[in-house]
Structure formats: structure tokens, C-alpha cells
């Protein structure tokens, strides 16, 4: 009970009330051994030691009893046990403290059963049981030392997650068993659910702006069924037991709206890339659109959707003092409209990652150009312009653009432009119409200023850091 005490105060503990069960580890890490399950009816800790290859599982318990597995045993006395040894702690809450039931435990390499008989009294083995319960004790005190230091893995993921990714010993029968057992009494929130609302709110905001607030563990690269484990051990927001190994949910795909959009943004690892997840579990932004993409300079899984490559996203200073990266999106261009999905779309939409997005905002400013080729200015302040946070253009425009881009390359100085300013001269160039809307079709904060609180802007721009994405979108919305 000490050493889980102190385990659940160094925050490497996973703790679940669901079935009375916890697990910790104080050196399995380094060596990949994996956890195991005991069943419900149990009350000690158990020390596992890797001995020739197979699993010896030792049990103090309130009898003193010691099991072993017969010939790892064998080969102990014989001296030949492996130096190769990795031990994992495993405690498990009393279920039932009052039931005194034989227990098993399981030894996972071979699913068998090693079943403790009081019958046994051969002197040879009660020695040898008693000389290894003496070590066990002494390795014990060791373990607790190191468990003291141990800080967790860099990644700052469930140690219990942690051990069975690098597990060489448990098969993938034993993990199916032990998944089908907790599905049972888990769900993960999906979206609509408070406790999905709770835990994005948490992962985005709350971990960033308030990190102290926290057990050691939960932290802003916590994985979601991390915070909603904490949100369920907590009490909070009526979060049930999460699903360990399964997906965590996204939402379902937006309904299909008239006109249809196709958009996309270009994002580099790092914050942009943070805002690419965030949308992905909110389904907001681009992801509200009728179909998406990614491009990037690094192929990233974003909840199951793959960045398109690109290649390099570096860039210079343009001579509008902004970033001269005509170049980066002249590549991007060409990528995706030598594609044809886009051709099935009305308009197509380049989303700074930075930039927050409302589509069903943007459809009755496009309604009445469905068909002809256009794009839209949205910013008026200094002179008609088309900002980078938010370009919308119909496919009849960038199908000339696709066209004819050779003839803007060979005339305009694209290599000292931004690629808003060379895309919009070059559309021009080849007589594609330019349309002014100011009104709510972006708030951005180098033309008229943002009010997050406004409810029929279609983009707001910009927002570099993640948690103020989050809160000027839920403002918004």
C-alpha cells in the first residue's frame, strides 16, 4: 500500500475505479517487459522477474506465500538464471478482501494457469520457496528506491500505455482478452457529449493556461483518453471510464452544404500543426468543410487523415514586409490542382492555419457566383486586397490559373511577393473577376480588428497559439 501511495504522488500511476485495478512500474521501462492481469479477488503486491526467458510470478501476500513457475524455479536453483531480468510491480485493490479464494496468475508468454497447492510439502521446495521470498524482499526495498526516481517517459504517456507498446512478452491474445474485458465498462466521450466538450477543453486550454492545476502526468501533450481518465477519477463533467486501446473518437463529417467547399491550409510542425489537431477533434475550421487536406513539409497523422507533402515551407521577407512565399504555394497549387478531387467542388478555400473558419458562414456569400470565375478581396483598409488568412476562389477561376500560370511566372516578380499578392495579380492577370465583400468575411487584426464575439464572421485572423484559437472559436460559436 506504501509503495502504490507513493507511485500515485509521483503521478506513474494509473488508477481505476472501474475495477478496483492500478498499475505501476518501477524499472520494466528501459527493459520493454509488459504488464499482466491478475484477477479481481486479490490483495498484495506482486513482484514479476524475467528468469531463462519465461515469467516467474512471486505473490506476498498476507499468508507469506510464495508461487513460482516450476522450471524457472528449477533453473534458479540450478544456477542458471538469466541476468536478462526486468520486474514490473503490479498491485490490485481488494475486490473482496473477505473472500479467501485460491488465485491465479497467469503467465503470459504461455497462458498458463500456475495454481499454488497448500498440499506440496516437499522440504526441498519450502527451502528454496523461503530463500527467494528473502531475495524478493531485499529486491523490493530496491525497487521502491527507483520507483522514487522515476520521472516518466518524455512523452509524458500513461506508464501503462507505455509498457504494453514495448511489451516482448505479452502476445496479442492476451492483449485482445484484456482489451475485450475493459470495453465493457468503458466508453470514450464522443462529440455532443459533455465529457467530450470537458476533455478538448482541458487538452487545449486548461493544461496550457493552467498547468499547475494538474497531477503529475496530465499535462498538455496528454493524449485524450489521459484527460478524460483524470476527468472520470476526478468526478468531473460526468466522464465515464475511457477506452484505453481503442481510438479515441473524432467527430462525424459535417453535412454536405450548397455551394460545396473544398478547403485546405498548408501547415509546418510545431503550433500550426497543434491547430491542425485541435480542428481535427473539434471538427471545425477546414474540417467543417465538405472535403479537406493538409499540405506540409512533414508527413503527420492527424487523427487519421495523412499531410500531403510539398516539400520545403522556408520562405523570406516579401517587399510588403510579410512572408515571400509565393514560391511554397506555387508548389502547393500545382500539387492539389493536378488532382481532379477538386474539380468536384464550387469553390476552393486556402485556410491559414491560424486563421479560424466558419464554412456554413462563407455559403451565402458564394451562392451567387456558383459557375463563374471569381475570387474575393476581403480587405479594404488600405487599398482592395486579398489577405492570405482567408482566399476563396471558384474552380472555373483556378481552372485558368492552371491553365495559364506559365504566363504570371514569366511576367510577375512572384519571388519578392507574398503568395496573396501574386496570387491575386496573377488571377487578374488572366481575367478572372475580383469581388469586394468587407463586411463579415474576415476579421483580421492588421485590417479591421477581431471581436471573437462576433457571430456571423466567416474567418477570424490570426491566432498563432493554440489555446486562444480554441477560445476565440468557442466564442464565436
Wanted: with cysteine; charged share 20%.
Amino acid at each position: 500500500v506504501a509503495l502504490f501511495n507513493e507511485a500515485k504522488a509521483y503521478g506513474i500511476i494509473k488508477a481505476d475505479t472501474g475495477d478496483s485495478e492500478a498499475f505501476f512500474s518501477t524499472s520494466g521501462l528501459a527493459d520493454g517487459y509488459g504488464t499482466m492481469a491478475v484477477g479481481d479477488k486479490v490483495s498484495y503486491i506482486e513482484d514479476h522477474e524475467m528468469i531463462e526467458g519465461q515469467l516467474c510470478a512471486i505473490n506476498i501476500r498476507k499468508r507469506s506465500e510464495t508461487r513460482c513457475c516450476e522450471p524457472a524455479l528449477e533453473a534458479k536453483k540450478k544456477g542458471g538464471g538469466s541476468p536478462d531480468k526486468a520486474r514490473l510491480l503490479h498491485y490490485q485493490r481488494a475486490a473482496n478482501d473477505t473472500q479467501e479464494s485460491q488465485e491465479e496468475t497467469r503467465d503470459i508468454e504461455g497462458d498458463e494457469v500456475l495454481t499454488s497447492r497448500s498440499s506440496d510439502h516437499n522440504p526441498l521446495k519450502i527451502v528454496a520457496m523461503i530463500a527467494l521470498l528473502a531475495m524478493v524482499v531485499g529486491m523490493a526495498g530496491l525497487a521502491g528506491r527507483r520507483m522514487l526516481n522515476y520521472k516518466g517517459p518524455d512523452t509524458r504517456e500513461p506508464v501503462w500505455l507505455q509498457l504494453a507498446a514495448h511489451s516482448k512478452n505479452v502476445t496479442k491474445r492476451a492483449s485482445a482478452s484484456a482489451n475485450t474485458a475493459s470495453t465493457k465498462t468503458c466508453h470514450s466521450a464522443v462529440a455532443g457529449e459533455a465529457c467530450y466538450g470537458a476533455v478538448l477543453w482541458h487538452k487545449w486550454i486548461g493544461t496550457i493556461e493552467n498547468p499547475g492545476a494538474y497531477p503529475k502526468g496530465v499535462w498538455r501533450g496528454s493524449n485524450r483518453t489521459v484527460i478524460q481518465q483524470f476527468l472520470h477519477e476526478t468526478n468531473q463533467s460526468d466522464c465515464p471510464r475511457p477506452c484505453e486501446n481503442e481510438p479515441y473518437p473524432i467527430p462525424p463529417p459535417a453535412p454536405k452544404g450548397s455551394p460545396s467547399i473544398y478547403c485546405f491550409s498548408v501547415a509546418r510542425p510545431g503550433p500550426e500543426m497543434d491547430t491542425m489537431h485541435l480542428q481535427r477533434q473539434t471538427g471545425s475550421g477546414i474540417f467543417a468543410c465538405d472535403g479537406f487536406g493538409v499540405y506540409s513539409d512533414v508527413d503527420v497523422d492527424i487523427q487519421g487523415l495523412r499531410t500531403i507533402p510539398i516539400g520545403s515551407t522556408a520562405s523570406g521577407v516579401s517587399v510588403d514586409n510579410t512572408a515571400a512565399n509565393s514560391q511554397v504555394f506555387m508548389r502547393t497549387w500545382l500539387t492539389l490542382l493536378n488532382n481532379n478531387d477538386w474539380w468536384h467542388y464550387d469553390f476552393i478555400a486556402k485556410v491559414d492555419p491560424d486563421a479560424i473558419l466558419f464554412p456554413e458562414r462563407v455559403r451565402p456569400h458564394l451562392s451567387w457566383h456558383v459557375g463563374a470565375p471569381v475570387f474575393f478581396l476581403n480587405c479594404g483598409k488600405y487599398r482592395p486586397a486579398m489577405y492570405g488568412a482567408l482566399e476563396v476562389f471558384s474552380k472555373q477561376a483556378l481552372g485558368k490559373y492552371l491553365a495559364q500560370h506559365g504566363s504570371c511566372e514569366h511576367t510577375l516578380p512572384f519571388w519578392s511577393w507574398g503568395e496573396d499578392k501574386y496570387m491575386a495579380g496573377c488571377l487578374e492577370m488572366l481575367g478572372v473577376q475580383a469581388l469586394q465583400d468587407y463586411g463579415n468575411f474576415l476579421h483580421d487584426e492588421r485590417c479591421w480588428g477581431v471581436d471573437c464575439g462576433n457571430k456571423a464572421a466567416v474567418a477570424f485572423h490570426s491566432f498563432k497559439a493554440v489555446n486562444n484559437w480554441y477560445r476565440c472559436y468557442l466564442s464565436s460559436k
